[in-house]
């Protein structure tokens, strides 16, 4: 079965810091990728992509993204927090057959001054 | 581009009382649209699909009769709580997407319903 796994639940960095968010997903052959983004209270906005090509993806606010087939892992990083990052991230799966979209639990990111 | 507006942003009724909420995609056609339900601090979970013009596509598990969707036109996909009761309570979000496989889903602010 198609699945997502982000194994970090929770994570604490200091402004400036760099970031790495995990993202591991379970599928037969290679999905399209996602990253996105929601402040509390509010919907999802759209960090980035992977479809094909290159396997380093850039994205908004700064942030990147590498799809590893070997490791069936799409992590997130970025290079330097700001504390405006503070938020919960997604990752998310979509099937190359659907439209549809199969999301991780999420990594609510937490950012020290 | 690529704007998805949800309305109402937050809403309270009394129990049994029916809600209505609306998705529109802004700049753009939306062929499909998705509702997704979001406990607190939890992962989005798919409700169901539309399909401007035909019938939507619910997911294993969601009443069909509870949660009504209708999506009349490639902008405006509406969802209807039938006899909201507090175990409706919830976050509510709507996407849209242009409909093929490899166009990202767009989602709205999503509303905050509160059954009393």
């Known amino acids: 079965a198609q699945s997502v796994t982000q194994p970090d639940i929770h994570i604490t960095v200091s402004e400036g810091a760099s970031l790495e968010l995990r993202c591991n997903y379970s599928?037969?052959?290679?999905?399209?990728l996602f990253w996105y983004v929601q402040s509390p209270g509010q919907g999802l906005q759209l960090l980035l992509k992977y479809f094909s090509g290159d396997t380093l993806v850039q994205g908004i606010k700064g942030f990147e993204a590498e799809f590893k087939r070997s490791q069936s892992s799409f992590n997130l990083r970025k290079p330097s927090v700001h504390w405006s990052d503070a938020a919960e991230y997604f990752c998310?799966?979509?099937?190359?057959?659907?439209?549809?979209?199969?999301f991780g639990t999420g990594t609510r990111l937490q950012v020290f001054p | 581009g690529a704007v998805v507006s949800q309305h109402p942003s937050w809403v309270i009724c009394k129990s049994g009382t029916s809600v209505k909420i609306e998705c529109r995609s802004l700049d753009f056609q939306a062929t499909t649209m998705f509702w997704y339900r979001q406990f607190p601090k939890q992962s989005l979970m798919l409700m169901a699909t539309s399909n401007e013009g035909s019938k939507a596509t619910y997911e294993q598990g969601v009443e069909k009769d509870k949660f009504l969707i209708n999506h009349a036109s490639l902008t405006l996909s509406t969802l209807t709580v039938t006899s909201a009761h507090p175990e409706d309570s919830s976050f509510y979000i709507c996407?849209?997407?242009?409909?093929?496989?490899?166009?990202?889903?767009?989602f709205g602010d999503g509303t905050r319903l509160s059954i009393l």
């Open positions: 599928y037969g052959a290679t999905p399209y």
């Open positions: 998310a799966v979509g099937p190359y057959n659907t439209d549809k979209l199969i």
């Open positions: 996407s849209a997407s242009k409909g093929r496989s490899n166009q990202p889903q767009h």
